[in-house]
């Protein structure tokens, strides 16, 4: 008995420090802020090339409602549909998510809703993962850059 | 001390086979993931204790034998309650829910952990029966019997483990490697315990017959 109680408090002390210690994942390396330019002093002269290459304009996208394919993850099948009006990207919806477990419903949903401002902000399906959900981000954005292929 | 060396390899197993869990109760389902990958590990060696291995009645001595399993029995029914207690919890930070009403949902919504706690609650039957005072008011044949429904229990708890089990969802190779350790445990104690006797016996049946 005292042996046991003497496994188990140590166990116990070492769960706790290794589960303290193990590094956590920062959240997902953002794309850095847009500097606001107005606010910047700006050079007289324009600069011919800028330090980082900008992000080509996004594709022009033409008018219709598109269904991606199913995509499967680890944790189920994503299924998005994308709809452009304008040459835009208008709205994504996702059909289909992870629904294995509460645990799945809870964080791919806001994760798709995060994702899909994301992908109307941008115009394109390269966006960020989101921390937390990256299975669920990476299946949503492939079925996303399938419907889009098919619309560009 | 060999025990304590595949310890360390489950720690090992639990810090890179899988990302932190993150949000509301992470550390929480950590620590319930690494418990519960320590449970059956123990469970492992538990059955290897009572295989009835030769080479490891050579090495460590009937005496030892027993004392460990005992050691380990009562210390495998406090991980698997720590390990539902902290999944409990964790699951229940992270979905803002009561801890009664997140349990009930782990029971009905989730694949195969009914299984699992209902093999747990064989595993607490069987350490409490073991328990000095009530195994000596039970008889022998009664916590015996009682005793075999730990291979039920631990047959009950496996699927939850490869089905659900973070480390084992993401990682084929992980995932057999653990179910090959299982079947290996098994066949090697059903051959030990049952079959090997029953060899035995037929052999000796034989060998009476043909001298008489």
């Known amino acids: ?152 | 001390m060999y025990a304590l060396l595949g310890g360390i390899v489950v720690v090992v197993i639990w810090w890179r086979g899988a990302a932190p869990a993150v949000g509301p109760g992470a550390s929480l389902m950590d620590a319930g993931r690494l418990v519960g990958l320590l449970a059956g590990y123990v469970a492992l060696v538990q059955v290897l204790l009572r295989a009835r291995l030769s080479a490891l009645r050579q090495s460590m001595g009937m005496r030892r034998i027993n004392s460990w399993h005992r050691l380990l029995g009562g210390y495998l029914v406090v991980l698997v309650m720590s390990h539902a207690a902290l999944i409990t919890a964790g699951y229940a930070a992270q979905t803002h829910v009561s801890l009664l009403h997140q349990f009930g949902a782990l029971f009905t919504d989730y694949p195969w952990v009914w299984a699992s706690i209902v093999g747990a609650g064989l595993l607490v039957v069987v350490g409490l029966t073991s328990m000095r005072a009530l195994r000596r008011r039970l008889g022998y044949k009664m916590w015996h019997g009682l005793h075999v429904f730990v291979y039920v229990a631990l047959v009950l708890a496996f699927f939850h483990q490869t089905v659900l089990g973070e480390h084992f969802l993401h990682n084929t190779v992980l995932r057999w490697v653990w179910t090959a350790s299982f079947i290996g445990v098994g066949v090697l104690v059903v051959g030990s315990r049952y079959w090997r006797p029953v060899t035995l016996f037929v052999r000796h049946f034989r060998t009476e017959a043909f001298e008489l």
């Open chain 1, 1 to 152: 008995m005292k042996r046991l109680a003497l496994l188990v408090a140590g166990t116990a002390a070492v769960v706790a420090l290794i589960v303290t210690v193990r590094p956590h994942h920062a959240a997902a390396p953002r794309r850095p802020v847009a500097i606001d330019s107005t606010t910047l002093p700006l050079p007289s002269v324009a600069i011919s090339t800028p330090a980082t290459p900008s992000p080509s304009p996004p594709p022009h996208y033409r008018t219709g409602t598109i269904t991606g394919p199913r995509v499967h993850t680890d944790y189920g099948y994503v299924r998005v549909k994308v709809r452009a009006a304008h040459g835009r990207i208008v709205r994504v919806v996702a059909l289909e998510l992870p629904h294995m477990t509460p645990v799945d419903v809870q964080l791919s949903r806001p994760a798709a809703n995060e994702l899909a401002r994301e992908v109307v902000r941008t115009q394109r399906a390269d966006v960020d993962t989101v921390s937390g959900a990256t299975y669920t981000s990476e299946g949503y954005l492939s079925s996303l850059q399938s419907a889009l292929d098919r619309l560009s």
